[in-house]
Each structure stands twice: as C-alpha cells, then as structure tokens.
C-alpha cells in the first residue's frame, strides 16, 4: 500500500483523493520528527480526510504506520457530520490510529486521552497561556476553538483519533471566523506546524498510554478536569441520537468521560452530544 520515499516517511497512491508529499513537505518533516518514529508516519500533499485514509491504514493488522498526515486537507470531517476547515501550510491535520487491548477496548476514555494530549502539544506552543476543554474534546485558547478531534471506531479496539490544530495564522471562512482561533494568534507569534505535530506526537503516544493502568487513568482524568470548561455554569447539550436539547448547569464529567449534568430530571449523564453555553460556543 505504499511506496517509500525516504527511510521511515511514506506516501500512499492509487488511494481515493490522495496526492504524494511534496519533496518539501517530507523534508519539513524529517527535520523536525526523531528517526525514530518516522516509519510510523504517512505522509501526503494534499487528501481529502486523514481520518479516511487512516481508516484504510488500520485495516492492516501488522502494519508500522499509524499516523497519516496532510499538508492540505480539502473535505475533513468534522463531529456530527460537520466539516473541517483546513489551509495550506497553516493548519495541523494528523490521524492517529489507536490498538487498545483488553478491558480498554470499547475506548470510552480514548476522547479524554486525544483532548489531554492535544491540550498539552497546543499549550507547549502558547506557554505561559493555557488551554481550555469543552466536552467532550473541543480545545479552547484565546476565546476561540483552536483544536478539534474525531474519534471514529474501525473495528474491535481500533480507532481512528483525527486531531486538527489551527496553527499558522489562518483565514477563517465567515461561518467560523467568530469562533476559531489559532495557535499562532494566542501565541502572538508564529509558530511552527512541526514544532506543534513533533510535541502532538510525544504527548499523544504518552496519555494513550496512560490508558492502560489505574494511575494512569487518575491522572489523565484529573489533567482533563483541571481544563474542563463550562462546570457550574448553565449549558445546554443537543443530543447526538434525536436531536432534543436538554438543558442544566454542567456538574463536571463522570470517571468514564460520560458528562454530568444538574437537570429538572435531577443529576443526568450523557455519552455523546454538542455541549453549547453563553461563554463557550
Ligand atoms: C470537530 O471539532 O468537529 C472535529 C474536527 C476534527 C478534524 C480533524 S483534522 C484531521 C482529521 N481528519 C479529518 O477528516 N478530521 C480530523
């Protein structure tokens, strides 16, 4: 399924909407990864969804590669069937796929794992600024979203985290531009898309880790509360099955990720959904 182009950093042809790297794109990358985890990465120019081609890399079992990046995305997808926005050289588009063993296989807790992750990459870059999360894994910085992931299950225990970062000053359309931000913006300088992907990568292959033991969970749990957004104040949450809004004041998340809300009903929780209130969109 593909063709290398230099030790460790492959591309992938004959493979829907998906064009080779460029020569300069590829050596931005291998400038800026360790040699170590260059074979674990796919490479291309321009594709229409890293999630969808990593969804094509995760049907080999074996496989070495587990991160699928783009320079351009042009159709990536966004939660509940939304799009996301993507430009040229500015913005970070990278697929992880996922293998979790045992117990851990259904990945309840993999959202909490990508949005700590991705909090620490993106606050490693706008330091001493931090990061807030909006549940379940939008990242907010500056008063704006910078960060979005989505999470799509491939099979037993295999998933797809696709993680996209608003890095380089970017060019909102009109629809977002009121509420996205970028890292460079908050950083009030620019920073660099690789900088930001070589730390995403540490931060990522750590929290998912973290996965496996009690410990582990306890901390990623409490780094993910420490950013929760929203606690406290009145929300309302659109239901991801039928649409209905239910609306409480947001009592924090469960130990299982799931969101716990103060309703008429009385305390209710919720597994998926878009969590809207008067401060965060
Ligand atoms: C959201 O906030 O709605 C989630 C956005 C997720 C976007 C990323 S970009 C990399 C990966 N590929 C996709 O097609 N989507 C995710």
Redesign the pocket.
């Known amino acids: 399924m593909s063709n290398r182009v230099d030790p460790g950093v492959s591309t992938v042809q004959n493979s829907g909407l998906a064009t080779p790297a460029t020569d300069e794109f590829l050596a931005e990358l291998t400038s800026a990864l360790p040699a170590r985890i260059r074979h674990r990465i796919a490479a291309f120019d321009h594709v229409d969804?890293?999630?969808r081609i990593a969804r094509e890399f995760a049907q080999i079992p074996s496989g070495e590669t587990n991160i699928v990046l783009a320079d351009l995305?042009s159709a990536?997808?966004?939660?509940l069937g939304?799009g996301?926005y993507s430009e040229r050289g500015q913005s970070l588009?990278?697929?992880f796929i996922v293998r979790l063993r045992g117990g851990l296989g259904s990945g309840g807790m993999l959202p909490v794992a990508a949005a700590v992750a991705t909090a620490e990459a993106v606050e490693s870059a706008i330091h001493p600024a931090s990061v807030g999360i909006k549940w379940p894994n939008?990242l907010i910085a500056g008063g704006g979203k910078v960060s979005?992931?989505?999470i799509e299950a491939v099979g037993a225990g295999v998933f797809v985290v696709?993680?996209?970062i608003n890095v380089g000053r970017m060019l909102f359309p009109d629809d977002i531009a009121a509420r996205a931000v970028s890292v460079s913006a908050v950083a009030g300088r620019d920073v660099s898309r690789m900088r930001v992907l070589a730390s995403l990568i540490r931060h990522v292959d750590a929290r998912c880790a973290d996965l496996s033991t009690g410990d582990g969970r306890k901390a990623l749990l409490d780094a993910y509360r420490s950013r929760l957004v929203n606690v406290g104040r009145e929300v309302a949450l659109k239901r991801t099955a039928d649409s209905t809004v239910i609306r409480g004041r947001m009592l924090g998340i469960q130990d299982d990720g799931a969101l716990l809300l103060e309703t008429d009903a009385g305390r209710e929780t919720f597994y998926a959904g878009d969590l809207t209130s008067d401060t965060h969109t």
Do not use: E, V
């Open positions: 969804s890293t999630n995305q990536g997808r966004g939660r939304r996301w588009a990278a697929s939008d979005g992931i989505l696709g993680i996209g």
